[in-house]
């Protein structure tokens, strides 16, 4: 439920509707907008009776909200969310982010190859993964927190901000240490417990859809973490389980646009992961912009044929440099369609 007050309400009106909400056993959260206030209730698990607030002084509207996310929705948070990583903004009103490096840290040699690649390219935030949940119990399962200090020192060796994954509650505090930001893969968007202990982090998080996640099981998820106090959160779609099989995932570019009416967080796009295949990324990469994604995560290689972890869907250096080259092209465009002198000449 949303309680919508007059702009004219006082501090003393404000407060006895939190202490009704409070009376109801439920859970107060003002909302300050630019005119007027608004108060999300929580806590609650089917229809609340307003009856008791609704003619309390200073109410202006209540709007029942049967979501079962409510504090990343729209309704609660009209405001787009800008969310901050290193020197790097997600959200309305800027451009599009790149993070971009190697799916796996292998070496300090390959890491600082990548990093170097990736930042004369002109990306804004390097990744790289220490902790790797693979498929196979026999496959490469990363460095762990050896391959979290080399990637700390590759992002300070090129001054950018570092983002990594992290798998279980016991690595929040070592990437904490090293990283700028923490990723939760695929396989743990529904895992809530440790989406509830990186919602008690001061730390950005980026949480990316499971692999047969709805949309409304996404933002769900996106909830656990911001309902923690930490609405510092950025979404990625990175393709979805499907029937099909010549690509690795299926990419749901219809997910940025919805998802951007549905909830104020910011949402990317990881074509690598969602193609699987490399002539598909850059192609991808154009489209997710083009929908709309306030970014994107892109896998960089020194030796995509080296290596490994996922080298099918990684760039090289030269490949990742075209891109971004056609990524600011197509920015220079969008700016242009949305200059009003634009449409007048249309």
Same mark, same amino acid.
């Given at each position: 439920?949303?309680?919508?007050?007059?702009?004219?309400?006082?501090?003393?009106?404000?407060?006895?509707?939190?202490?009704?909400?409070?009376?109801?056993?439920?859970?107060?959260?003002?909302?300050?907008?630019?005119?007027?206030?608004?108060?999300?209730?929580?806590?609650?698990?089917?229809?609340?009776?307003?009856?008791?607030?609704?003619?309390?002084?200073?109410?202006?509207?209540?709007?029942?909200?049967?979501?079962?996310?409510?504090?990343?929705?729209?309704?609660?948070?009209?405001?787009?969310?800008?969310?901050?990583?290193?020197?790097?903004?997600?959200?309305?009103?800027?451009?599009?982010?790149?993070?971009?490096?190697?799916? %796996?840290?292998?070496? @300090? #040699?390959?890491?600082? $190859? *990548?990093?170097?690649? +990736?930042?004369?390219?002109?990306? &804004? =935030?390097?990744?790289?993964?220490?902790?790797?949940?693979?498929?196979?119990?026999?496959?490469?399962?990363?460095?762990?927190?050896?391959?979290?200090?080399?990637?700390?020192?590759?992002?300070?060796?090129?001054?950018?901000?570092?983002?990594?994954?992290?798998?279980?509650?016991?690595?929040?505090?070592?990437?904490?240490?090293?990283?700028?930001?923490?990723?939760?893969?695929?396989?743990?968007?529904?895992?809530?417990?440790?989406?509830?202990?990186?919602?008690?982090?001061?730390?950005?998080?980026?949480?990316?859809?499971?692999? %047969?996640?709805?949309? @409304? #099981?996404?933002?769900? $998820? *996106?909830?656990?973490? +911001?309902?923690?106090?930490?609405? &510092? =959160?950025?979404?990625?779609?990175?393709?979805?389980?499907?029937?099909?099989?010549?690509?690795?995932?299926?990419?749901?570019?219809?997910?940025?646009?919805?998802?951007?009416?549905?909830?104020?967080?910011?949402?990317?796009?990881?074509?690598?992961?969602?193609?699987?295949?490399?002539?598909?990324?850059?192609?991808?990469?154009?489209?997710?912009?083009?929908?709309?994604?306030?970014?994107?995560?892109?896998?960089?290689?020194?030796?995509?044929?080296?290596?490994?972890?996922?080298?099918?869907?990684?760039?090289?250096?030269?490949?990742?440099?075209?891109?971004?080259?056609?990524?600011?092209?197509?920015?220079?465009?969008?700016?242009?369609?949305?200059?009003?002198?634009?449409?007048?000449?249309?």
């Amino acid at each position: 439920m949303l309680i919508v007050m007059h702009h004219t309400a006082s501090e003393e009106q404000i407060r006895a509707v939190e202490q009704a909400v409070a009376a109801l056993g439920l859970k107060a959260q003002p909302i300050p907008g630019g005119e007027r206030t608004a108060i999300g209730v929580l806590g609650n698990r089917g229809y609340v009776d307003d009856t008791t607030i609704r003619d309390l002084p200073g109410v202006l509207e209540i709007i029942h909200v049967s979501k079962p996310y409510k504090m990343v929705s729209r309704d609660f948070h009209p405001m787009a969310t800008v969310v901050k990583v290193g020197s790097a903004a997600l959200g309305d009103g800027g451009p599009p982010v790149v993070m971009a490096g190697p799916c %796996s840290i292998e070496s @300090e #040699e390959q890491m600082m $190859a *990548a990093a170097h690649l +990736v930042k004369a390219a002109g990306a &804004q =935030v390097l990744r790289g993964g220490a902790f790797k949940p693979r498929t196979g119990p026999h496959s490469f399962q990363g460095l762990g927190v050896e391959g979290l200090k080399i990637l700390h020192a590759a992002g300070r060796e090129v001054e950018l901000p570092v983002v990594t994954e992290v798998m279980r509650i016991e690595q929040l505090e070592v990437a904490c240490r090293y990283a700028d930001m923490l990723q939760i893969g695929a396989r743990n968007m529904q895992n809530f417990d440790l989406l509830k202990e990186v919602g008690r982090l001061r730390c950005p998080i980026l949480l990316k859809r499971g692999m %047969s996640a709805t949309i @409304e #099981e996404f933002l769900a $998820a *996106a909830e656990y973490i +911001v309902a923690e106090g930490n609405d &510092q =959160v950025v979404l990625c779609e990175r393709g979805i389980r499907t029937f099909e099989t010549a690509t690795r995932n299926t990419l749901d570019l219809s997910v940025v646009p919805l998802v951007k009416a549905l909830s104020h967080l910011p949402i990317i796009v990881d074509p690598s992961h969602a193609t699987g295949r490399r002539p598909l990324v850059p192609i991808m990469a154009r489209a997710a912009l083009a929908a709309g994604a306030h970014g994107l995560m892109i896998e960089v290689h020194p030796s995509p044929d080296k290596a490994l972890c996922d080298g099918a869907q990684s760039l090289d250096g030269q490949g990742f440099a075209l891109l971004m080259k056609e990524l600011r092209f197509l920015q220079d465009c969008f700016a242009k369609l949305n200059d009003p002198a634009f449409e007048t000449q249309v």
